[in-house]
């Protein structure tokens, strides 16, 4: 049996991508079409003002929507002016949710949709998953497949090292996020794409190998991060879901969001989940391996240094497995509330406060 899989006709990951993207084919693609660009708000407007210069003479109509949010009203009300003003295709330019938001809308509205991230933060910079705001509160929807994604890494180099940091997070869950779907599989609660679980493997892999070599640059650290996190999301694709990628360590960080005020990015979250699931998974001498590589990208290792108390930590776990229908590691453990504590002592020991706020910059 075979299955048809999305995927982007284009990847473009280098400098100055923007100021030489009539050298693509993603121009080409723009020859006499009506192109909306939606823009996040604050510095990405000036990024999109570049690809809007960028395609000046090409598109036969460039349109700038700003959207301020992700929540349901801005795709609500981006979603009617496509429709009353049907463009070819929808750039969506941003850091996270300008992203979400044009995937979301492009879907909808059946719009093919070209996405120029301004920062890697998590996988959403190419997934077939969406975060929108419902109620105030987060959830995760599907969506279609970006058709190009261009990253220009001048644009990059200019954001916050904490955002990048977030990112590698995000890709570092695969680990955890690949061990709960084996698991899941092995106790007859899910089916297993092999080739998603190796992509998703690979990503993770390969950019733990690079980490190790001694001429790494931050030029390279950008490169290397948006194109493993890129084939995150490809896997999820392949899968049909976000399960290659996100695991237990992506319930605790739902949960804090859903439960204990969603003080920090998503990655860094991800990033303290990913310690706490990987001692769950047996694996206590893991944790103790990824400490220094935390140290080096600028990760947390203490959920204190993202602003959580121990009760809300706590709160975190407990409340994790409900946050979907997902059988992952943590179905395994009926904890009391000493074993949590115990938990977080093990895995969150004194000594890993703040670090965090020391190593980024
Ligand atoms: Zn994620």
């Known amino acids: 049996m075979t299955k048809k899989v999305h995927i982007p006709v284009q990847l473009i990951i280098e400098h100055g991508a923007i100021r030489n993207l009539n050298q693509t084919q993603v121009y080409d693609w ?5 192109v909306l660009l939606v ?7 000036l990024v999109t003002e570049e690809v809007e210069a960028a395609i000046q003479g090409r598109a036969a109509r ?23 003003d049907p463009p070819d295709i929808i750039i969506g330019v941003g850091g996270g949710k300008a992203l979400d938001v044009s995937k979301v809308v492009g879907t909808r509205s059946n719009v093919p949709v070209i996405l120029f991230p301004t920062a890697i933060s998590s996988d959403a910079i190419c997934s077939p998953v969406a975060v929108i705001k419902m109620m105030s509160k987060s959830t995760s929807i599907g969506v279609k497949m ?7 890494l001048d644009v990059l180099s200019s954001c916050p090292p904490r955002l990048m940091s977030a990112g590698i997070g995000d890709l570092l869950s695969n680990k955890t996020a690949l061990f709960d779907w084996r698991l899941a599989h092995r106790e007859g609660e899910e089916e297993m794409n092999t080739f998603a679980n190796l992509m998703a493997n690979n990503a993770v892999e390969s950019f733990m190998n690079i980490l190790n070599q001694p001429e790494l640059n931050r030029s ?6 948006a194109e493993a996190l890129i084939m995150s999301g490809i896997a999820m694709s392949i899968a049909g879901s976000s399960r290659p990628c996100s695991g237990s360590e992506h319930l605790i960080s739902h949960a804090l969001d859903y439960h204990c005020g969603a003080k920090a990015l998503h990655g860094e979250q991800v990033a303290i989940g990913v310690l706490l699931t990987q001692h769950l998974q047996g694996k206590q001498e893991r944790v103790e391996r990824l ?3 935390y140290e080096k990208l600028g990760l947390p ?3 204190e240094d993202l602003g959580y108390t121990r009760e809300e930590m706590h709160r975190a776990v407990r409340k994790a497995p409900s946050m979907r229908d997902r059988y992952t590691i943590l179905n395994q453990f009926d904890m009391t509330d000493e074993e949590i504590d115990r938990l977080l002592d093990e895995v969150y ?5 703040n670090r965090y706020r020391l190593t980024v910059g």
Do not use: F
Not at 146 to 151: E, F, M, N, T
Not at 220 to 225: C, E, I, P, Q, T
């Open 30 to 34: 723009l020859k006499d079409r009506h």
């Open 39 to 45: 823009s996040g708000s604050g510095k990405t407007r």
């Open 62 to 84: 460039a349109e700038v929507l700003c959207c301020k949010d992700n929540s349901l009203d801005t795709i609500n009300e981006l979603e009617r002016h496509v429709l009353e």
């Open 146 to 152: 970006p058709q190009a994604v261009v990253i220009d």
């Open 220 to 225: 390279r650290l950008m490169k290397v991060s």
């Open 291 to 293: 400490a220094p590589y």
């Open 301 to 303: 290792t203490h959920y």
């Open 349 to 353: 020991p004194n000594e890993a406060k």
